[in-house]
C-alpha cells in the first residue's frame, strides 16, 4: 500500500486530527486499488459513500502494529488485505463494541443459543464498526435483561413490606397512647384549676 510519511497529509477517518506535517512518526497510507477491499475500508472508517481521491489517507494510529511493516527501502507498507480497525469509537482497540444495558431488549427464549454462538464467533472483518444507521447486535445471553427481573417476586422486597407494616402498627399504636396521655393531663389540670379545695389537699 503507498504511503506518505512526515507530509502535509491529513488523516480522513472521523474525529482523527492526525497529520504529516506536525507528526513525523505516523505514516499515511492510500486507499487500495481493489475496489472490494476499498469498500471495507469505507465501511469501517465509517464513510460509506465518501470520494476518495488520490490525496485521501489513513494514518497509522487506526491499523495494528503487526499489519505495519518496514520494507527493504526503509519505507511503512501495509500487509495484503490490511483494513483500519483501531478508532476513537473503540477506543483504538479490536474489542468489539457493545450496547448499554438500556439498549438490551428481551428476545425470545428459542434465539438465546444461536445469539450465544454468533456473540462468541466474531469475525475479524464483521460489520459492528458499520455505521449506526441499520446496524443491530444481539446481547450474550449470560447477561440478564432488565425487562425479565420480577422484583415482585422478591423475598426480600417481602420482608422489607412485613417489617414496614409491623413499625407503621407500632408508631400508630404510639401516636393513640401520646394522645391518651395528653387527654389524661389535661382533665387533671383543669379538674385542679376549678377545685380550691382540692388543690390545698394535694399541696399542704
Not at 7 to 30: D, E, Q
Not at 56 to 67: A, D, L, N, P, Y
Not at 153 to 161: E, Y
Not at 172 to 190: D, V
Request: proline share 6%.
Amino acid at each position: 500500500s503507498p504511503f506518505t510519511c512526515g507530509t502535509g497529509h491529513h488523516c480522513c477517518v472521523p474525529l482523527c486530527t492526525a497529520g504529516g506535517r506536525f507528526n513525523k512518526m505516523l505514516s499515511f497510507h492510500s486507499f487500495p486499488k481493489d475496489s472490494e477491499l476499498r469498500a471495507q475500508w469505507l465501511i469501517k472508517i465509517r464513510r460509506d459513500g465518501f470520494t476518495v481521491t488520490t490525496r485521501s489517507r489513513v494514518c497509522s494510529r487506526h491499523f495494528e502494529t503487526g499489519e505495519i511493516f518496514v520494507s527493504s527501502s526503509g519505507k511503512r507498507c501495509l500487509q495484503p488485505k490490511t483494513v483500519p480497525s483501531l478508532f476513537h469509537w473503540n477506543n483504538f482497540s479490536e474489542k468489539t463494541e457493545r450496547p448499554g444495558i438500556w439498549e438490551r431488549r428481551p428476545r425470545p427464549v428459542d434465539t438465546v443459543a444461536m445469539a450465544t454462538v454468533d456473540y462468541n464467533t466474531e469475525d475479524e472483518n464483521d460489520v459492528s464498526d458499520m455505521p449506526i444507521t441499520g446496524c443491530t447486535e444481539s446481547a450474550p445471553a449470560s447477561i440478564p435483561l432488565i425487562e425479565d427481573h420480577d422484583y415482585a417476586a422478591s423475598p426480600l422486597i417481602v420482608v422489607d413490606r412485613i417489617k414496614y407494616e409491623t413499625m407503621s402498627r407500632e408508631i400508630e399504636e404510639l401516636r393513640r397512647q401520646l394522645e391518651s396521655y395528653h387527654l389524661t393531663q389535661g382533665f387533671g389540670l383543669q379538674r385542679f384549676a376549678t377545685s380550691p379545695e382540692d388543690i390545698r389537699y394535694y399541696t399542704r
